[in-house]
């Protein structure tokens, strides 16, 4: 059973970068759309950025776009969000996500994952 684990959240500064890391075990992420999710504060879960199963797609949400770019690394099973420009409205949970389908198609909706991380929590600061 694949497990997914976030790492690389944190405390910045506003203006500054992180890069989330999202590591497979017990199973290969090759052929499917790996996706970032976050959970702002009292707020409902949202899309932030997806990627293709072949890496030749990707979708990201209009708030963080230009700002945050998602890649993956098959060789090491893992998925990345670089996040630059980091603003207080992007403090959050951020959770990794792999689809249920291996269509390769990098879907938004996060009914289209069905394996989720634990979560990496980002605060962005003023």
């Known amino acids: 059973q694949v497990q997914l684990v976030e790492s690389g959240g944190g405390l910045v500064q506003a203006g500054g970068s992180l890069r989330l890391s999202c590591t497979a075990s017990g199973s290969t992420l090759d052929g499917y759309a790996l996706a970032w999710f976050r959970r702002p504060p009292g707020k409902d879960r949202e899309f932030v950025a997806a990627i293709g199963g072949k890496s030749t797609s990707t979708v990201t949400e209009n708030s963080v776009r230009g700002r945050f770019f998602i890649s993956r690394d098959y060789a090491k099973n893992t998925v990345y969000l670089q996040m630059n420009n980091l603003k207080p409205d992007d403090t959050a949970i951020f959770y990794c996500?792999?689809?249920?389908?291996?269509?390769?198609?990098?879907?938004?909706?996060?009914?289209?994952?069905?394996?989720w991380g634990q979560g990496t929590q980002v605060t962005v600061s003023l």
């Open positions: 996500a792999r689809a249920e389908s291996r269509d390769g198609f990098a879907y938004s909706q996060a009914f289209r994952y069905n394996t």
